[in-house]
């Protein structure tokens, strides 16, 4: 027993030195961090006292370029054999993910900054995330837009450096978005080409492992140096000092900093000088109308019979009633704020396997699909009714308001997003639909898709089903409708979540 003992105080007195030499090296190489970064204060100009290399070996970055570069360089390889706009969309977040090593790089030399130094310092990493955003939505009718939308819709989630104080879940909920897209290139590519799914493997991996670092090290947001330097330093490197560190993709190019902000108008100028003394009237203009009492309302005007709706039935049509009739003046105002934003031409066109249909109105189109490979884009339409006649692959509607869509039958699916008041029938059957991001969403199946109808939804409401109803007696049969759950009950049991429909009683 004596030998155990001895041996057991042996073991401690062993960790204790172990410990206490690693807090000595930790304190060295924070020691040398700070020679270094005042080096690069006497000796670089323009540095802002941030050189290069000053933090570069700090454990937070470190682990970040451990974990989550091997997955970047992975999916932009991937992206190499793809080429086309998806390399291109690759690069820009491959640029995305130098700008923000070297971001927590700097984050960890430098004090919290105020909101303002904030939204300068975070400037390279926004340019890049739009740049992938961009290239998405600049190439609509590709083949390839499920991958550029599934990049477009993850890589918001390198956003989470200015999340507080819950950024993992802000990076899961990008996470989940991207799975939206990533599942329909997985049903594209899976039997044509393998790439595509170890393409979106890589992708997603960068997100997962991004989460799970971001929990290790900022659980509840960004973590700075409370001792550091002066976040004014940092932005100076940020913008592009001398010692500065920059992308590997943008460093070739040797972009000069954006240019400041214009000057407002002078107009504007003296607008903001005149608001104080403009609110002041304002307010003694109220307060000497409070004080007239029941006399208040004497300015107002009578309604006339004629502008009644409840004794005019047919004003209730319209929902307006007609006012004054305008000024020359006003009409020609109003006429130039609403030419002032275009809308883009309407059009409807096959391209290959892909029919694109967008910026329509109250219209009523027919598609009829000439083999079974087809499928349907409907974009931004407004009150549009389309009909799709034969059988045709699947059917996308993406950002539409007050449509309607009636098909026979499809291969795959039919999808909605970002959509508000929609109507979609299907005639024959459909394998699955799937409704993201929707304000409201009226699915009608017929009998043959009743019971052969998957319908997935999620971050929708006032989704409702409408469907045939057999029953004993034929007479009584009739169309069923029934309004998708939208309120869940999640518990702990066992250690795991189980979720279920919120059912009220009386």
Known sequence: MTASNDLQSLLKRIEKATSRLEEL?????????LDNASVGSSGGAGSGGLSSDAGADSKAVLEYEAVVKPFVDQYVELSSKIGGVVLEQAQAV???????????????????????????????QQREIQKAIEIKDKNRPSELFDNLSTVAEGVAAFGW????????????????????????VL???????????????????????????????????????????????????????????????????????????????????????????????????????????TTVTSGLRKV?????????????????????PQSAAGGSAQ??????????????????HKWTVENYGTEHLTIEATENKQTVYMYNCKGTTLEIKNKLNSIAIDSCQKCGVVFDSLVSECSVVNSKS???????????????????????L??????????????????NISYPFETANPEDDNFVEQPVPEQLQTVVKDGKLVTTILEHTG
């Open 25 to 33: 090296a930790t304190k060295r190489a924070e020691k040398k961090n």
């Open 94 to 124: 491959s640029a995305l993910y130098a700008a923000q090593r070297n971001f927590i790089r700097i984050a960890g030399l430098t004090k919290k900054p105020t909101m303002d130094q904030l939204s300068a310092l975070i400037v390279p």
């Open 161 to 184: 450096v200015t999340v507080e104080p819950t950024p993992v879940p802000f990076i899961n909920e990008m996470k989940d978005s991207a799975q939206f897209y990533s599942n329909r």
């Open 187 to 293: 049903r594209t590519w899976r039997e044509k080409d393998a790439t595509h799914v170890e393409w979106v493997k890589a992708f997603l991996s960068i997100l997962r492992e991004m989460a799970a670092y971001v929990k290790q090290f900022h659980t509840t947001g960004l973590t700075w140096n409370a001792k550091g330097q002066d976040p004014g330093d940092a932005l100076k490197a940020i913008e592009g000092g001398s010692s500065a560190p920059t992308a590997s993709v943008s460093a070739s190019a040797g972009a000069p900093p954006p240019p400041p902000p214009s000057l407002p108008p002078m107009s504007d100028a003296a607008d903001q000088d005149q608001s104080g003394d403009q609110a002041s009237a304002v307010r003694g203009a109220l307060f000497a109308d409070l004080n007239k009492g």
């Open 304 to 324: 006339d019979k004629s502008e009644m709706t409840h004794k005019n039935p047919s004003l209730r049509v319209s929902s307006v009633v007609q006012g004054k």
């Open 335 to 352: 006429v130039q704020k609403q030419t002032a934003a275009p809308q883009k031409p309407p059009r409807m066109e096959l391209d290959g």
């Open 422 to 444: 929609v109507q979609v029938q299907a005639r024959e059957t459909v394998p699955s639909i799937q409704i993201d991001r929707t304000d409201g969403a009226h699915i009608f």
């Open 446 to 463: 017929s009998e043959a898709a009743r019971d052969n109808t998957q319908i997935i939804t999620a971050k929708a409401s006032e989704v």
